[in-house]
């Protein structure tokens, strides 16, 4: 499966943005996806995942209640609503599939596929 990130710009603080990750070459509806970010000079971190059959939703801690990963009916395409958005979350967001569905990691090293990034800006 190839991914597809896109949805990201600038926004001030406080506002609010909604990424997507589009499947080609099959669906996500047997894999976990997960978002990823990496911010200048930072280390790539987890955001957010959904799992595939049986795997359940996951967030990092400092995004839990701003942010909410969902997929579409027909398993395509999967969002990342961030809202109350921050400065700090100023970063290239990544999507990612695990072929594991059934468990929802936060370690990047565990998703096979990977999207190419879509940039995030959040200004003060």
């Known amino acids: 499966v190839q991914l597809q990130a896109s949805g990201g710009g600038l926004v001030q603080a406080g506002g609010s943005l909604r990424l997507s990750c589009a499947a080609s070459g099959g669906t996500f509806n047997r894999y976990t996806v997960g978002w990823f970010r990496q911010a200048p000079g930072k280390e790539r971190e987890f955001v957010a995942g959904?799992?595939?059959?049986?795997?359940?939703?996951n967030y990092a801690d400092s995004m839990k209640g701003r942010f909410t990963i969902s997929k579409d009916n027909y398993g395509s395409t999967v969002y990342l609503q961030m809202n109350s958005l921050k400065p700090e979350d100023t970063a290239v967001y990544y999507c990612?599939?695990?072929?594991?569905?059934?468990?929802?990691?936060?370690?990047?090293?565990?998703?096979?596929?990977w999207g190419q990034g879509t940039l995030v800006t959040v200004s003060s």
């Open positions: 959904i799992g595939g059959g049986g795997g359940r939703n």
């Open positions: 990612a599939a695990d072929r594991n569905g059934q468990v929802t990691s936060k370690n990047s090293a565990a998703y096979d596929y």
